[in-house]
């Protein structure tokens, strides 16, 4: 009965992890197995492992990525200037601890998404806040908020993520408003959070992308000159896949 009454507890406390270990022990004999102090240890453990696994796929949720990418599963048998060593670096997420910057580029399929993706979901498991957004896609969304009247509380969300992914950037024209709203992610973030930019369009090429002079001045001015870079080249690699498929058929 009073283990009936500890469950209970526990539940109402959500100490869900340590219920469904005390729960465990009490359906078998692993309680008999270890002192006190290794089982309070345990449950512990457990409870922390779950609250740690419930916040991280809380940030995935959040973040929103378009694909479920991780670093283990990044394919580096093809020569597409992928450097393993760089992206092992990248990973243990230096560049957002100290607020940089990174563009990721190169042709359609290289990669570039992936790469992004995985960095995003690797810094969901290291704790920080990210939010995943295809450019254009975040440019209407935020054009709409704006028409609302809801676009700086939205503003000030994307502000607060530690870092935010910029997908296929410059595969629409940015208009007059996407400028200004590109212009004001930018000055929010600037100093203060990472961003990771991915474009099939080289960075030199931005400033024509951006379009007005004054606001691709602006923007370029605030990340260029410190960001990291990955350059990719190479065939696609859904082609090269493809191909390699056929081969076997």
């Known amino acids: 009965m009073n283990n009936e009454k500890t469950l209970d507890k526990m539940r ?8 469904d270990t005390f729960k465990t022990s009490l359906e078998s004999t692993l309680k008999e197995t270890l002192t006190v102090d290794q089982f309070v240890a345990m449950l512990v453990s457990n409870e922390w492992d779950d ?10 949720k959040i973040a929103n990525f378009r694909y479920k990418a991780s670093i283990e599963q990044i394919d580096y048998s093809f ?7 760089q992206v092992h670096r990248l990973s243990e997420l230096e560049f957002v601890k100290e607020r940089k910057d990174l563009f990721i580029t190169g042709p359609t399929g290289t990669g570039k998404s992936y790469l ?9 498991q290291m704790g920080y806040k990210v939010f995943y957004g295809s450019t254009a896609k975040l440019m209407a969304n935020l054009k709409l908020a704006k028409a609302k009247g809801t676009v700086i509380a939205d503003l000030k969300r994307i502000e607060r993520m530690d870092l935010l992914i910029l997908d296929d950037f410059g595969l629409q024209p940015f208009d007059n ?8 992610i930018i000055e929010d973030r600037h100093q203060k959070r990472s961003t990771i930019i991915t474009s099939q369009i080289p960075v030199k090429d931005w400033y024509d992308i951006i379009g007005e002079k004054t606001i691709a001045d602006a923007v370029l001015d605030r990340i260029v000159h410190h960001a990291l870079r990955v350059e990719l080249y190479g065939e ?3 082609k090269k896949k493809s191909k390699n498929e056929n081969v076997y058929l």
Request: charged letters at 25%; one cysteine or more.
């Open 79 to 85: 020569d597409r200037g992928l450097d393993q060593n």
């Open 236 to 238: 696609s690699l859904r």
């Open 116 to 124: 992004a993706s995985a960095l995003g979901y690797h810094a969901c």
């Open 177 to 184: 408003q996407a400028r200004s709203i590109l212009l004001d």
């Open 51 to 60: 609250r740690k696994n419930k916040a991280v796929e809380r940030a995935v």
């Open 12 to 19: 109402l406390m959500r100490l869900f992890g340590m219920y």
